[in-house]
């Protein structure tokens, strides 16, 4: 237990000045806001009018799998050099971390999170938009079965 005194220490440490720097900061700040304090500001441009809609979140799912990929190549060049002796073991090991990898970029295609502009309103709506369809057809209804007045008649239940 000795050994790992000093990690210990130092975990602390960074939890207790996180804690009291977060602590300070909110106890001796300034509490008077004003329309310029709490304006929009980027790179010194003023806003003339608001943005007119939101960011979509697959703006954001896109850039958090691009710097996933750029962390699956920064693993990816040390195991190219030293291959040959990791094995068989670090083979698998690379698998299993592409594999998740893989599946998060199927994931964000298969959300249609790569469609972006017109094209993506097309193509959500061609093949789902029909006459027929209604809530009543497509809405699967369970456990209606032997309840009053839906599912099966009362005196067929009996």
């Known amino acids: 237990m000795g050994q790992y005194l000093p990690l210990i ?3 602390v440490l960074g ?3 996180v804690g009291m720097s977060l602590l300070m900061a909110r106890l001796l700040n300034p509490k008077r806001p ?3 304090k709490v304006a929009p500001y980027e790179c010194g441009i003023v806003p ?3 943005p007119p809609e939101r960011f979509p979140v697959s703006f954001y799912l896109v850039s958090m799998l691009f710097v996933m990929f750029d962390i699956e190549i920064v693993f990816l060049y040390p195991y190219a050099v ?3 002796t990791l094995g068989a073991y670090g083979f698998w090991a690379m698998i299993a971390f592409s594999a998740v990898f893989f599946l998060s970029f199927i994931y964000e295609v298969a959300k249609g999170g790569l469609d972006w502009g017109p094209l993506q309103r097309m ?3 061609s093949p789902l938009v029909s006459a027929e369809r209604t809530s009543a057809t497509t809405v699967r209804r369970v456990g ?3 309840r ?3 599912g099966v008649d009362e005196g067929e239940a009996a």
């Open 144 to 146: 209606l079965e032997g």
């Open 34 to 36: 004003t329309a310029a």
């Open 15 to 17: 939890v207790l000045f």
């Open 123 to 125: 193509r959500r709506l």
């Open 82 to 84: 030293s291959a040959g």
């Open 148 to 150: 009053p007045g839906e």
């Open 9 to 11: 220490v130092m975990l």
């Open 48 to 50: 003339a009018r608001q």
